[in-house]
Structure formats: C-alpha cells, structure tokens
C-alpha cells in the first residue's frame, strides 16, 4: 500500500501536481466548488495509477490542482463508497495521496438527510462529531506506520480552529449553518422508518454514506479537517416519503454555492 501511495503521489509530482496547501472532497452533487478554482492542471481518475474509478452518477472523477485565494490546493471532484465496492483502504487513497502532497488541512463535504427536523432541507451542517456505523475500518490492518499510529486518537475528529472560522464566516455571510452529529451508514438504500429513529435516539442529527473514512483517515495522519453536510431531505419517520434521488441532488445543486462560498472564505482566512 505504501508503495502504491508513494507510486501516485510521484506520477502527480512529475505532472505539476504538488506543494499544495489544502485538500478539499466533494460530495453528491457539491462540484461548483472547482469554478472558482483557478485551475492549473486537471487529470480524470482513470488517467492516475492507483486511483479507483468513481461509479456514482452524480460524481464526476476528476482530480483538480490550482489556486483559491492565492493558496494552493487539489480538490477530488467525486469520491470513493463503500457500497460500491471498494475497499475502505481505496476509498481513503487519494487523501492518503494528498498527504505525500503536501496538503497540511482538508475540507470535506457530503449530501445528508436531515434526522434532527429542526434542520430543514435546502440547509447546511457542519459536522461536530461522528458515529460510525460503516462495516469496516480504513485503519483494519497492518499499520501504515509511515502515517500515523496504530490506535490514533479521535476525541476532537473535526478541527475546532477550522469550525470556530466557518461559524464565524456564515453569521458574516448572513448563511444558515446548522451544528451536529453525522452518522454514516453502509447504504446504497436509504433508511427505514425504524432506523432513523434509532439514529435519532442514538444522537444523530444527520445521516449519509460517505466521509468518515476519509475523516479517520485525516485524524491518523495528523491533517486537520472540516467537513460540511447539504442536508437535502427531512428524515422524518411518522411522516415518511418515498425518496426522490433527482430532488436530492437538485437540492444539493442549489445549497452548495452557499456552501462555496463558506469553503472558498475560509480557505482564504488561512
């Protein structure tokens, strides 16, 4: 695995691709972050050695280097999950590839529905904290020693500097951004009646299929992250509805300039 991290991450370098500051990962329907990318150098998974191929139709599998605010950064432009598939170490490669890279923070974001109803769709949440409830680790396994240690500590998973500047940022901008608990499931389905209300009575403020990984990847190596949910449906089991995947994305659509804007402020503050 080392070999195969090392190996991407010297293909990347030998095209332009490095020094970067910052790592951003954005989720279902969340692309518009790379139009105010002042974009250097774009590759498609497919053309980079190593790299898993995205499979989820909304995700578009590119890997994006170039500038925000005069600060470097490599934005993936789709994401890897585990019900597709993958491994959870394919899943995390790319941001284990972003390490050798430079990138000193990462910024993740992902569509959510919404368990605490007094979210309501169309908002934004900025994860607090986490409950896994994913069926594997990125961390099963030999340890890459090379990143991190073998019984990393998550106590504070989202760095509070980066919280603390996002809040800060959304009253500036007069944006909505809600403050919880993410739960990430396997999926690909959504959630039965019974289930949300477990993941409400087990603290969840909000559920989806992706970033954990990636988050337990970034505490490992020691790369403070933030991560940001657009919560596109109300999970609420007495008042269930069938789900409307076009509605989903659409509304993600719509909430993520808002939320390009709170990434592209802050990542100029740093």
């Keep these: 695995m080392i070999k195969e991290i090392q190996e991407t991450a010297d293909f990347l ?13 954005l989720g279902t329907g969340l692309g518009n972050l790379v139009t105010e990318i002042e ?12 790299f898993p191929i995205a499979t989820v139709e909304f995700h578009f599998g590119k890997l994006i280097y170039g500038s925000i605010g005069g600060k470097k950064v490599i934005a993936l432009q789709g994401r890897y999950h585990f019900y597709e598939g993958y491994s959870m170490n394919q899943i995390v490669f790319p941001v284990r590839v972003m390490k050798l890279l430079g990138v ?9 529905g919404g368990v605490n109803l007094n ?8 994860i607090d904290d986490h409950i896994n409830l994913q069926p594997d680790n990125p961390l099963r396994g030999a340890n890459l020693d090379e990143f991190g240690p073998r019984f990393p500590d998550m106590s504070a998973p989202y760095d509070k ?4 500047k996002l809040k800060s940022i ?20 959504l959630e039965t009646r019974a289930e949300y209300r477990f993941l409400k009575t087990i603290g969840a403020d909000a559920v989806g299929m992706s970033t954990v ?21 109300e999970c609420d089991p007495d008042n269930l509805k069938p789900v409307n995947i076009d509605e989903i994305v659409a509304i993600a659509k719509k909430s ?3 939320l390009t804007k709170l990434f592209c402020k802050l990542i100029q503050s740093m």
């Excluded at 000193?104 to 959510?112: D, H, V, Y």
């Design 13 to 25: 370098k030998e095209r332009g691709i490095g020094d970067a500051e910052i790592g951003i990962v």
């Design 39 to 50: 974009i250097e150098k774009e590759l498609s998974y497919n053309a980079i050695p190593n």
């Design 104 to 112: 000193k923070r990462i910024l993740l974001s992902n569509a959510a």
């Design 119 to 126: 979210m309501k769709k169309g908002s934004l949440m900025l």
């Design 161 to 164: 500097s980066m919280n603390d």
């Design 170 to 189: 959304a009253k500036e901008e007069d944006i909505l951004l809600h403050e919880g608990v993410y739960a990430s499931v396997l999926g690909p389905n």
């Design 213 to 233: 990984p990636e988050v337990i990847a970034c505490n490992h190596m020691g790369i403070p992250c933030s991560a940001i949910s657009v919560l596109t449906d």
């Design 256 to 258: 993520e300039l808002q």
